[in-house]
């Protein structure tokens, strides 16, 4: 299926995509649904992801909500070599923990290479963890 403006994105193209970006599998990351200009991911969280308190560390959070976001912007921009970070901020409200987290994103402003974007990453119960808002840049093939 296609809008007149963008393809839509199959989540088997994106998680084979990120299945070739090491630091992706390894942290377990999985893109569960994708929309126009949006994104799904979930974490499932494994011992070697949490701080000394025992909660998921901030670095791996982070990381989550990095690759939601490139995701969101990756949809409407399904032609490019890849979607890089140009500016992230991050801020916690609570500590990530339980069986998984959740991270939803989604395009605030759509541009030919840049892509303004934002999202959330909650505990498995709903819990809000953090929010990050950011700047992405979609990478032409060369």
Request: net charge neutral; charged share 20%.
């Amino acid at each position: 299926m296609t809008t007149a403006k963008h393809p839509v994105i199959d989540v088997a193209f994106v998680r084979d995509y990120q299945q070739r970006i090491p630091f992706v599998s390894h942290l377990g990351i999985v893109t569960d649904a994708l929309g126009e200009g949006s994104a799904r991911l979930s974490l499932p969280v494994a011992p070697h992801l949490v701080n000394s308190f025992g909660s998921v560390h901030g670095g791996v959070i982070m990381s989550l909500l990095d690759v939601a976001l490139c995701t969101a912007a990756r949809t409407l921009h399904p032609d490019a070599a890849g979607v890089m970070t140009i500016d992230m901020s991050t801020s916690f409200t609570a500590a990530g923990g339980g069986t998984h987290l959740l991270a939803e994103a989604r395009v605030l402003k759509n541009g030919r290479s840049m892509i303004f974007v934002e999202g959330e990453a909650r505990n498995a119960d709903g819990e809000l963890v953090a929010k990050a808002i950011g700047t992405v840049r979609a990478r032409r093939k060369d």
